[in-house]
């Protein structure tokens, strides 16, 4: 639908995110150890994945006065960038898919169902009026897990050891509390923005991160208002259920990088916020900042995109302060412009300095107007301005040369 528009369209929303996504994760990796002894895990999980937003957001709906920095590209390599990252984008999120499928088969091939009234209680008691998932019990599970993202395949599965009731009551817990919380289903989301932003280091830190921050929420969920002797059972639950997940999977106990912490957050929890505030404050400022690194592509000479080639004998001035027009137009044609990133609202302010001008053409009137470094332009018939970039930027003296002393003044 988009035709020719559609490779810079889409490489411009995805260098907006990905850039935008730097600055905020180098943010909150230094922040990180600081708001978690601050706020709930929850939170904490929730602010790694708060940049999804802007995938809906990037596009247009949002509109900032000028970019701070504007990055000069040619439309070809963007095109050649978004076909390697397209490539890319598939071959992960087939690459953890394949791992989510193959690693669910090998667990269920020769997995035993179980038939646990307990489970049939502790699911009741956090998700009530869901359906109830199947608990099995296999070999090739090393901790507890739920592998499935919707009702219909969900399933709980246990390792092969044996618990007592309230180890085993601990364990289902855990594993209900994912499910009402759709864990699984961030899972995915976590997958699917990594894939999505694969060129980035961070955001693979990011889902790391956030993976380790679901598990300690959930551990806050079951034990909270738990007496000292039921943490220290479930703290050597985990010990005893060291394991790891794959692909879209929920586990009590993952990677033993994060053991320590959660050991230490089930054993001495900290009074701490919710962090509601924190996840607002933090989805504005992203908003805020992105967009602010714009991308300057294409484009040509004035002559081919203001004068279309056309002979600019037929474009007359339509400013009475102009002395000089054959050395505008000229200076006009001979201008360097690069297509500029839409989705900014240039200041006319008292401190921006900016000069406007009309041209008639056989096709209607055009206008023009001149920034430090963009040019805007509004061609005959049309509604909609499009920016340039100026690599040279605006030569202002010379600009000023070709109107009247008298109004020089005018320009700023």
Not at 84 to 93: D, H, Q, T, Y
Not at 151 to 169: H, K, Q, S
Not at 317 to 337: F, M, N, Q
Not at 393 to 408: H, P
Request: glycine fraction near 8%; hydrophobic fraction near 45%; proline fraction near 4%.
């Amino acid at each position: 639908m988009l035709g020719n528009e559609a490779d810079p369209m889409l490489f411009i929303s995805l260098f907006s995110v990905a850039v935008s996504l730097t600055v905020y994760y180098v943010l909150l990796a230094l922040l990180m150890p600081w708001l978690r002894r601050r706020i709930s895990s929850w939170a904490c999980g929730a602010l790694w994945l708060v940049p999804n937003v802007l995938y809906i957001l990037a596009r247009d709906n949002m509109r900032l006065l000028a970019p701070l920095l504007v990055i000069k590209t040619s439309e070809g390599l963007m095109s050649a960038l978004l076909g390697v990252w397209f490539a890319g984008f598939l071959l992960i999120m087939a690459w953890k898919t394949a791992e989510h499928l193959l690693f669910r088969r090998r667990v269920l091939k020769n997995a035993e169902k179980l038939k646990v009234p307990l489970w049939d209680e502790v699911f009741g008691q956090v998700c009530p009026n869901r359906n109830r998932p199947p608990l099995y019990r296999s070999r090739e599970a090393a901790t507890p897990l739920t592998i499935g993202l919707f009702a219909g395949n969900r399933v709980v599965v246990l390792p092969v050891r044996d618990y007592t009731d309230e180890e085993l009551r601990l364990v289902l817990m855990h594993e209900a509390v994912h499910i009402a919380r759709f864990d699984a289903v961030s899972k995915l989301g976590l997958v699917s923005m990594a894939a999505f932003c694969w060129f980035n280091p961070l955001v693979w830190l990011a889902m790391r991160k956030s993976a380790e921050d679901i598990e300690l929420s959930c551990d806050e969920s079951v034990t909270f208002g738990a007496g000292a002797d039921e943490r220290r059972r479930y703290a050597d639950l985990i010990l005893s259920s060291a394991g790891d997940g794959r692909g879209f999977t929920t586990c009590l106990s993952a990677k033993a990088s994060s053991l320590r912490y959660r050991l230490k957050n089930v054993m001495q929890p900290a009074m701490k916020s919710s962090g509601a505030l924190v996840i607002g404050i933090a989805t504005f400022l992203l908003i805020l900042i992105c967009g602010q690194v714009a991308l300057a592509y294409g484009g040509g000479t004035g002559e081919e995109l203001i004068f279309n080639s056309d002979d600019p004998a037929r474009y007359v001035v339509d400013e009475s302060e102009c002395t000089d027009p054959e050395g505008l137009k000229a200076y006009i044609a001979a201008l360097e412009l690069r297509e500029l990133t839409s989705g900014y609202d240039f200041d006319y302010g008292p401190d921006i300095q900016h000069r406007g001008m009309l041209f008639d053409t056989p096709n209607g009137q055009l206008y023009i107007g001149f920034f430090d470094n963009i040019l805007e332009y509004l061609g005959p018939g049309s509604h909609r301005i499009v920016y340039y970039y100026l690599p040279k930027g605006t030569d202002w003296a010379r600009l000023d040369s070709f109107f009247d002393d008298s109004t020089a003044g005018d320009a700023a």
